[in-house]
């Protein structure tokens, strides 16, 4: 089915549902809510009987608020569908959900940040979820405007060339839906211990990898119908080239392909989406290979 999952803040103010039901609606998609409700009862010192009516109640309360949320957002008139979930572990509820093909996206609030021990959903989903994952900003730039799509135009990897297609076309898609401009940031990232160690001359790697993209931004270009001149390209740290374009431009939302590390490395460093995650104002749209 062609629905969004939206994923209802925990917070009185929900940010997550008026963004999706709007993208929802401007895409021609379904959307369902689902929202969590989970307290540790069985350390009460109460009969199980009392702890089922807690149960029930916490359950009633959490849905009342949730559907005054989709009431002030129109959501009844277009039939929204809402799920209310005792749920302890939200992550692999959602990656179940995700993975059993009744959803094309998933939208959700942004949380909190992680930390080495323990990493948040939102980087559990980012590295995990076969379906785009659109995190909402809390805060954002006022006036925003275009949609801002991320490219690394500088691979020579085949399936990071074909995430670049796939990103890109996604993109389009949204920013037409929008009715808004479509930009697209590519980074040329120099080698830093190379540099310091006088191994490649800074500018000379820059100008030779501009000449490289050319072409294919010209490619780009011809094949999904956008000007050469919203293709910006600058070197520099990628999380710092983009968050810095993204401010500029006032971007509502930020797509980008992500390829999750694992294990150890992952925590410590993230990858490319996870470390713009950290900077933005806005909303980041993370699209799988």
Same mark, same amino acid.
């Given at each position: ?143 925003? $405007?275009? +949609?801002?799509?991320? %490219?690394?135009?500088? =691979?020579?990897? &085949?399936?990071?060339?074909? #995430?670049?297609?796939? /990103? @890109? ?92 590390? $694992?294990? +150890?490395?992952?925590? %410590?460093?993230?990858? =490319?989406?996870? &470390?713009?995650?950290?900077? #933005?104002?806005?909303? /980041? @749209?993370?699209?799988?290979?």
């Amino acid at each position: 089915m062609n629905n969004i999952l939206i994923v209802a803040d925990p917070a009185e103010t929900c940010v997550a549902i008026p963004r999706g039901l709007e993208l929802a609606r401007k895409l021609g998609l379904g959307a369902e809510v689902v929202a969590f409700v989970y307290a540790p009862l069985k350390t009460l010192n109460v009969s199980a009987s009392e702890q089922g009516r807690i149960k029930t109640r916490l359950l009633q309360e959490r849905e009342s608020v949730v559907r005054a949320h989709l009431t002030r957002h129109g959501a009844a008139e277009a039939g929204t569908g809402l799920k209310v979930i005792w749920e302890k572990n939200i992550e692999q509820w959602l990656l179940r959900q995700c993975a059993s093909g009744r959803y094309v996206g998933l939208v959700k609030g942004v949380g909190g940040a992680p930390t080495v021990v323990h990493a948040s959903t939102d980087w559990q989903l980012l590295r995990k979820c076969n379906l785009p994952v659109l995190l909402v900003a809390k805060k954002r730039w006022h006036r925003t $405007k275009p +949609v801002l799509v991320t %490219l690394d135009l500088g =691979t020579r990897v &085949r399936s990071k060339r074909a #995430l670049n297609e796939k /990103v @890109l076309g996604m993109a389009r898609q949204l920013a037409d839906a929008l009715e808004v401009e479509l930009k697209i940031v590519t980074v040329i990232e120099i080698p830093t211990l190379l540099s310091d160690l006088d191994l490649i001359d800074p500018l000379a790697y820059v100008r030779d990898a501009r000449a490289e993209m050319a072409p294919r931004i010209d490619k780009l270009a011809r094949q999904f119908g956008i000007p050469p001149e919203n293709f910006y390209c600058k070197h520099g740290p990628v999380e710092k080239v983009i968050t810095s374009y993204a401010a500029r431009v006032r971007a509502q939302i930020v797509v980008m392909g992500t390829v999750a590390r $694992k294990g +150890v490395k992952a925590r %410590l460093i993230g990858n =490319t989406a996870e &470390r713009v995650l950290q900077h #933005l104002k806005t909303d /980041v @749209l993370a699209i799988k290979p």
